[in-house]
């Protein structure tokens, strides 16, 4: 005989939970709560790594949208072929061998939905259970969530000053077994703002080379130097070992949805397999957008502002740490990017702080999410990114109130 219906209550608490996949369990429901507590009202944000609305050059695309439609509207509003646009291709193409001297084929450029696509196409193309991923302790939460959602082993290799510890590298290659990927983000990273130093790059890449583990390279932050400068990408140094995957979210707008990827001909086509049946095509209307965008020089005259802005961000940031903070903390100092990672006392629990600090009016992301091993409780994630100088500023002076338990 068949048993009796559920009552609604138990189908939505208990028995559509039951029917969750196993990969659903590593999900992100404790950051959604903590971030959901940065959106309260009167909450000075350091919370996402949002880029700054005043960044958005409204008006061009105003006006760049107004003329595709009136062009091309059939191609604008169409499916497009899942490798991308040709022209956006190109567009991708002719910016990688620009910033990064190297030439490449627009045929070799895949354009994704955003920098995390080109992540899960490469969980889904490389990761079986149980597989070893290495990463960077701390790293971006977003990878570590695509790796672990594929059910990997995801593990960290520290980082210092000068971006991920290759001698530590070295020792995790030669023990256990061999990982099938490491995940570096070279230029001001997140969540940390640091970089790996030029002179570790060609060492790493090597490491990699000898012992058959595919890097994947994220660039997210690269054109964020505050000066303008830039350190020899990985995939420059070893196209055959090295994806490179980027995103125009940071640079151009996250609301269109757009990264790519470049890499070994092998890895991009397989990944292309798996586009087909995750979103199939990324968005004409955003590629066709961002190509006019790029080929008519609005990004690099844009990027140039948005350099600035940022610089006086973090500089507002930084010296209201020097400011507030009480003894016993310490900071990175960004050359570019969104982040300043804040390391306190070992006795501090950064997420025990997130109520407190929301009440006061501020928010910040805790630490111990962007590592994959228990490190990072006493660890502070601050992006300046989206809030004004003002708001950094009494951000900063809330920040020390609540650090010296005045709350
Ligand atoms: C290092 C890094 N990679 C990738 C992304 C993904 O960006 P999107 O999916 O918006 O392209 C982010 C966004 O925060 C990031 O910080």
């Not at 939905?113 to 971006?140: H, M, N, W």
């Not at 990408?233 to 470049?262: E, H, N, Y």
């Not at 997420?351 to 660890?379: E, I, K, Q």
């Amino acid at each position: 005989m068949p048993s009796a219906p559920a009552e609604t209550g138990t189908l939505l608490s208990t028995v559509w939970p039951e029917l969750f996949a196993r990969r659903s369990a590593r999900g992100g429901d404790e950051l959604t709560a903590i971030l959901s507590l940065a959106d309260a009202k009167d909450v000075i944000t350091f919370s996402g790594g949002f880029p700054a609305p005043e960044t958005f050059p409204v008006d061009v695309f105003t006006e760049l949208i107004a003329k595709l439609l009136a062009e091309d509207a059939s191609r604008a509003l169409q499916y497009s072929p899942t490798e991308g646009l040709e022209p956006a291709r190109a567009a991708v193409a002719g910016l990688i061998e620009a910033k990064q001297g190297v030439a490449i084929d627009a045929a070799d450029v895949l354009v994704t939905s955003g920098g995390i696509e080109a992540l899960q196409l490469l969980a889904k193309t490389f990761l079986d259970p149980g597989d070893r991923v290495l990463v960077e302790g701390p790293s971006y939460l977003g990878a570590i969530m695509a790796f672990a959602g594929f059910e990997a082993d995801v593990e960290s290799v520290s980082i210092d000053d000068g971006g991920l510890e290759v001698d530590e590298l070295a020792e995790a290659l030669r023990n256990g077994r061999r990982p099938k990927l490491l995940y570096v983000i070279p230029d001001h990273q997140n969540p940390t703002g640091l970089s790996l130093a030029a002179d570790r790059r060609a060492d790493l890449v090597e490491m990699c080379r000898r012992h058959g583990v595919l890097i994947i390279e994220d660039v997210a932050y690269r054109d964020l130097a505050f000066d303008g400068s830039t350190s020899p990408s990985l995939w420059s140094l070893g196209p055959d070992v090295v994806v490179q995957i980027g995103t125009f979210s940071k640079i151009f707008a996250p609301g269109v949805r757009l990264g790519w990827a470049v890499g070994p001909q092998s890895v991009v086509a397989a990944m292309t397999a798996a586009k087909q049946n995750t979103d199939q095509c990324s968005g004409a209307l955003g590629q066709m957008l961002m190509t006019r965008f790029v080929t008519e020089g609005h990004l690099e005259r844009n990027l140039v502002t948005a350099r600035e802005l940022y610089a006086g961000r973090a500089a507002t940031m930084l010296s209201g740490l020097e400011e507030h903070m009480p003894a016993g903390y310490s900071w990175t100092r960004p050359r570019g990017g969104f982040f300043v990672w804040l390391t306190g006392p070992a006795d501090v629990d950064a997420r025990a702080l997130v109520a407190p600090a929301a009440r006061l009016g501020v928010a910040y992301v805790p630490g111990s999410p962007f590592h994959t091993d228990g490190r990072g409780h006493n660890c502070f994630r601050l992006a300046y990114s989206r809030a004004t100088e003002d708001e950094i500023a009494e951000g900063a002076r809330r920040l020390g109130t609540v650090l010296r338990g005045n709350y």
